[in-house]
């Protein structure tokens, strides 16, 4: 068998690191590098000769070994390969003295580093995990991969090189993910806009567009001379012409925080509305940031359970498969566990804040049943009872409509103690 081993000197040094029983924090600090800037080489960015001499001092391997196995030969040995290249096979052969690894052992999965009854999480590259899964076993995949954001990419590489670097890594996994999805099965990719335009395009070669979803959140800052950016793209494809499950939450009427009162009239076919709630639409203005989580240790890199309840909700079913190669702080895998879903999990660093998370999932299971109080029902009951309050002041009718799923299908009991 032939092939490159690894991908890029990154990948040789996470698997190097992992081999020494290294956190990427203590390598980072051993080598005198931001964490940040280590997961960045970790992930494809190529380093700068100066910061594969130090990862390589820490590493205990010389610079050039690490470039080597990374299938790139130091510069002055460019021309003895070529002029020798049977040699060059025979002394590596003989330098090991030993038969290449079958290609069962290449291929074989690593023990996770944490199962439940229906999930397993992976303590490596996602790139080193997807093909050894089973092919078309999954029913829906969900992908928040690192956005490539603010990165310092050393002084060898302009933003140019950058963006191919990333765009590369990124159609790798994603190949490896499509071929992991059920016929009829969803896949979901979370970017910035401007990255999605690529993966739009890209994965549509394979897979049929669903939807652009746009989710609203403020991010970051102000930036000069540009409008602040306040959506994120969630792609949705799928496998095939229709989906095998789509079932989207539908939301109450969007009503005043203060009164009550409807913000839109729906074109005024108020009795007509489905007592189940409006439609769910392609904006998402909804999703809050995540706060109040006590795992929040990326900041801006966790998601809302809230979205990832209503993608799983939406796509998939109760039983079924569901695949986020890009683990973070476990949302999806709690997410995926508290909706009686399996799910399989990849995270190449710290993979202690879902374990942790996992130890306890009673604050998310909270948060899921809030999330499922308040979705296919025509008024919240906050909405109700304002309503109730003003309705003199503001002449509310609750004839108007059929509320026959509001409040738990108790509604008319409910207004009655009001009234009183
Ligand atoms: C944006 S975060 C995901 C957050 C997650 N959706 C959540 O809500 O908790 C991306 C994660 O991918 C991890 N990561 C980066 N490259 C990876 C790779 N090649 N394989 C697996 N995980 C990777 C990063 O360490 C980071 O934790």
Same mark, same amino acid.
């Given at each position: ?42 992930? &494809? ?7 594969? @001499?130090? +990862? ?5 391997? *010389?610079? $050039?070994? =690490? ?51 229906? &999930? ?7 790139? @080193?995990? +997807? ?5 078309? *076993?999954? $029913?829906? =995949? ?279």
């Amino acid at each position: 068998m032939t092939g490159l081993l690894f991908r890029s000197a990154g990948d040789v040094v996470s698997r190097l690191r992992r081999q020494r029983g290294l956190t990427d924090n203590e390598l980072a600090k051993k080598a005198d590098l931001r964490v940040g800037t280590l997961r960045d080489i970790e992930t &494809g960015v190529p380093p700068t000769d100066n910061q594969i @001499e130090k +990862l390589g001092e820490s590493l205990n391997v *010389s610079p $050039d070994a =690490i470039q080597l196995v990374a299938g790139e030969f130091p510069e002055e040995l460019h021309s003895e390969l070529l002029d020798n290249p049977d040699r060059a096979l025979t002394v590596l052969e003989n330098a090991f003295d030993t038969e290449p690894a079958s290609s069962e052992e290449d291929v074989s999965l690593p023990d996770p580093v944490f199962t439940t009854d229906q &999930g397993k999480l992976y303590n490596a590259d996602c790139r @080193e995990i +997807l093909p050894q899964l089973e092919e078309e *076993s999954f $029913d829906l =995949i969900f992908a928040d991969p690192p956005f490539n954001l603010n990165k310092d990419y050393g002084e060898k590489n302009g933003d140019d090189l950058a963006e191919d670097e990333y765009l590369r890594w990124s159609t790798e996994w994603i190949d490896q993910a499509i071929d992991l999805l059920k016929p009829g099965g969803a896949f979901f990719l979370y970017n910035l806009p401007s990255w999605n335009t690529h993966f739009a395009h890209y994965i549509s070669r394979r897979l049929n567009l669903r939807h652009w979803i746009t989710v609203d959140i403020k991010f970051g800052l102000p930036i000069p001379n540009r409008l602040y950016p306040s959506h994120y793209s969630l792609l949705y494809f799928v496998k095939g012409d229709s989906p095998k499950t789509f079932d989207p939450d539908r939301l109450p009427i969007d009503t005043c925080p203060h009164c009550g009162g409807e913000q839109n009239d729906y074109g005024g076919y108020k009795s007509k509305m489905n007592p189940k709630g409006v439609s769910l639409t392609d904006v998402w203005d909804d999703i809050p940031p995540v706060r109040h989580n006590k795992y929040l240790n990326r900041d801006a890199n966790q998601l809302s359970l809230k979205l990832l309840h209503r993608v799983i909700g939406m796509a998939s079913e109760e039983g079924d498969r569901v695949l986020d190669p890009f683990g973070g702080a476990g949302t999806t895998y709690a997410a995926a566990e508290i909706m009686g879903r399996e799910w399989v999990g990849a995270e190449l660093h710290d993979c202690s804040p879902i374990i942790e998370r996992f130890e306890d999932l009673a604050e998310d299971k909270k948060h899921v049943a809030e999330i499922e109080e308040v979705v296919n029902l025509l008024f919240t009951e906050d909405a109700l009872e304002k309503r109730m309050k003003y309705k003199d002041e503001f002449n509310f009718n609750f004839d108007d409509y059929d509320l026959s799923e509001s409040i738990g299908g108790s509604v008319q009991q409910h207004l009655g103690s009001y009234e009183e």
